[in-house]
């Protein structure tokens, strides 16, 4: 049985085909489309996941569809009728596009799959999943556990903003939910668009950001802006907040509690928006411990699920793992809405199919790794480095490890390329720019040179899965980096009094271990483990690197640059290659250096994307 998985039409939108339960590709329309966060029909995604398999349109049982739109108009009218008469102005904006398209999409989708197969479309072949019920799926049936508790948490689905689900085998039933308006995820984002940055994007500024600052604002935001049960279950004071009805988040209730307007996108940061960011994070941390508590008091269950865009917040899994409430945690990499694209598969293929879970057979989990993209063959690569211009050398295997884990050591940025495309927003060594983490200006030149982004956000080391607790205070594995832990004490460089007292961004030029790179100010790392069997090339260049410097890890951050969705093709590396100080790629089997290329392709890309 094959069922194609769609998510589509508000951000991120992504295809999943599955057949006979296991998942065959997976990739988000952005990656081909080159526009970040695309929300419009995934034709290309499609496309891809139908010549990955081999097969065309007409072969497939079942599409799904990751919500239930009828229901997020129920919603849209009735916040509205709320809040009546106040925002009219948007509510007059919203309903002729609801009425045009979202309300009507089994058609509008129908019609779409027309066009793709070229012929009619059998419109009962469409299903629709809820929203909250898709996410808690693409948790669920990939995970490696036979029985948890699912906890999903994001800005809005139709109705839930937070939900509870148990599996069992290939059953799961939503046992609980906490409505809009009131949501964990929209005032996240509240204070995301508060502090300067765009939301839906920004939210991973704000969790970097946090570290700098100070909670000075926590108690406020406890006493003013949400109340929160022993349980975990919340409710917003809506009093502070214009999300409802305007266009935008806060309002001016908001801006004087806290002291002030809203900071504007790319103005100076402050101490203040530090503090914002580390007091709302602190705030988020404590209601999600305690919906994970309530919820292990309540089932009974010891396994926990993640999903939703709140679970791609790592500093609260890495937090919520180290208090041991449940025995293991599974975060679904392509958490947000993306990955209701799987969700809603797995929801036609086990509920509404009622067909089994496929075995483990030894994997960890059913995400293969999460490298479900697209990949290239040799003579691909080839073909499209020579149409693009570029120079390259074609090298054996162990010598293209032996060259890039050379570069890595010397302190060159090197852009990997390798096998399939990640789905979700992380990149995992398929589509990485790579560093070496030893090296106390690598942040800076990479964050500066490279991806062309704020000084302060902080890289994630990929660490040889062997050796993690060697480096880190983490008992366990993090292979879609989504945990966030401690340097171990021993790695750790003692700061002196004058370096104890800086504030802000001052702290960032110290040292704080022996892998400054990717040592954050308050002394943690968002891992990634490397593990041979998902991705063995990508291990074994960690290990030459090992074997050369004493150093089992690297710098890994996405091939791209602010405002870029990560590349797709070897064309869209090299690209990005020319654009940026990249000083050496590696894509397949072909190697590459700066100083051998040709100076006219060389391009300005530092503005060639819209800012993030």
Do not use: T, W
């Given at each position: 049985m094959r069922i194609l998985g769609i998510s589509a039409f508000y951000h991120d939108s992504a295809a999943v085909l599955l057949e006979g339960g296991d998942i065959s590709a997976a990739a988000q329309e952005e990656r081909f489309t080159r526009k970040k966060h695309d929300q419009r029909f995934p034709?290309?995604?499609?496309?891809?996941?139908?010549?990955?398999a081999g097969i065309g349109l007409a072969d497939v049982d079942f599409v799904a569809f990751y919500d239930k739109p009828f229901l997020k108009f129920e919603r849209l009218l009735e916040t509205y009728v709320a809040f009546a008469p106040k925002g009219f102005r948007s509510f007059r904006m919203a309903i002729p596009v609801w009425l045009k398209e979202k309300l009507f999409q089994k058609h509008l989708l129908t019609r779409r799959l027309k066009e793709h197969l070229g012929e009619d479309f059998d419109p009962a072949k469409l299903l629709f999943a809820e929203h909250h019920q898709s996410h808690a799926a693409s948790a669920f049936f990939p995970s490696p556990f036979d029985d948890a508790v699912v906890l999903t948490m994001d800005g809005v689905g139709e109705w839930a903003t937070t939900s509870a689900a148990i599996g069992r085998g290939d059953q799961l039933e939503v046992i609980k939910e906490i409505h809009f308006p009131h949501s964990l995820g929209l005032l996240y984002s509240a204070f995301t668009y508060y502090t300067g940055f765009?939301?839906?994007?920004?939210?991973?500024?704000?969790?970097?950001?946090?570290?700098?600052?100070?909670?000075?604002?926590?108690?406020?935001?406890?006493?003013?802006?949400?109340?929160?049960?022993?349980?975990?279950?919340?409710?917003?004071?809506?009093?502070?907040?214009?999300y409802c009805t305007g266009d935008r988040s806060t309002n001016a209730k908001f801006d004087a509690l806290f002291g002030g307007p809203p900071r504007q996108p790319e103005d100076r940061l402050t101490q203040r928006e530090m503090d914002l960011a580390a007091s709302i994070q602190v705030v988020i941390e404590e209601v999600v411990i305690k919906l994970a508590r309530g919820l292990r008091e309540e089932t009974g269950l010891d396994?926990?699920?993640?999903?939703?865009?709140?679970a791609l917040n790592c500093v609260a899994n890495g937090k919520l793992w180290r208090e041991g409430i449940f025995s293991d945690v599974f975060v679904q990499p392509a958490a947000g809405d993306a990955g209701g694209a799987l969700g809603a598969a797995l929801t036609a293929y086990h509920l509404h199919r009622s067909q089994p879970r496929r075995a483990l057979n030894g994997a960890r989990d059913r995400m293969k790794g999460s490298y479900l993209g697209p990949s290239f063959t040799q003579p691909e690569i080839e073909d499209e480095l020579r149409s693009a211009g570029a120079r390259f050398a074609v090298l054996a295997e162990d010598a293209l490890l032996d060259a890039t884990a050379d570069a890595l050591a010397e302190g060159l940025a090197v852009g990997w390329?390798?096998?399939?495309?990640?789905?979700?927003?992380?990149?995992?060594?398929?589509?990485?720019?790579?560093?070496d983490p030893r090296s106390p200006d690598t942040q800076t030149v990479l964050n500066l040179k490279v991806k062309y982004r704020e000084s302060f956000r902080p890289f994630a080391p990929s660490v040889l899965a062997e050796y993690v607790a060697d480096w880190f205070e983490h008992e366990g594995i993090s292979p879609y980096m989504l945990m966030v832990a401690p340097v171990r004490e021993d790695r750790r460089i003692p700061m002196s009094a004058e370096q104890e007292a800086l504030f802000g961004?001052?702290?960032?030029k110290v040292p704080r271990s022996q892998i400054p790179a990717v040592t954050h100010v308050d002394y943690s790392a968002r891992l990634q483990t490397v593990h041979s069997d998902t991705h063995p090339l990508y291990h074994r260049l960690i290990t030459k690197f090992f074997e050369r410097t004493g150093c089992p890890a690297v710098v890994n951050t996405s091939f791209n640059v602010r405002g870029e969705p990560i590349v797709c093709t070897p064309t869209d590396a090299f690209r990005c290659f020319m654009g940026t100080e990249l000083d050496v790629l590696a894509v397949g089997r072909c190697f590459l250096r700066k100083a051998d290329q040709d100076e006219s392709l060389i391009r300005d890309y530092k503005d060639a994307f819209e800012l993030d």
């Open positions: 034709h290309q995604a499609i496309d891809y996941c139908l010549r990955e765009k939301i839906n994007s920004g939210e991973y500024k704000v969790m970097g950001l946090a570290p700098y600052g100070r909670p000075v604002f926590a108690e406020a935001i406890r006493e003013h802006l949400i109340d929160v049960k022993d349980d975990g279950s919340f409710r917003l004071n809506m009093a502070y907040f214009d396994k926990l699920c993640l999903a939703g865009g709140v390329f390798n096998g399939r495309m990640e789905f979700g927003p992380r990149a995992l060594g398929a589509r990485s720019i790579l560093g961004i001052d702290k960032l």
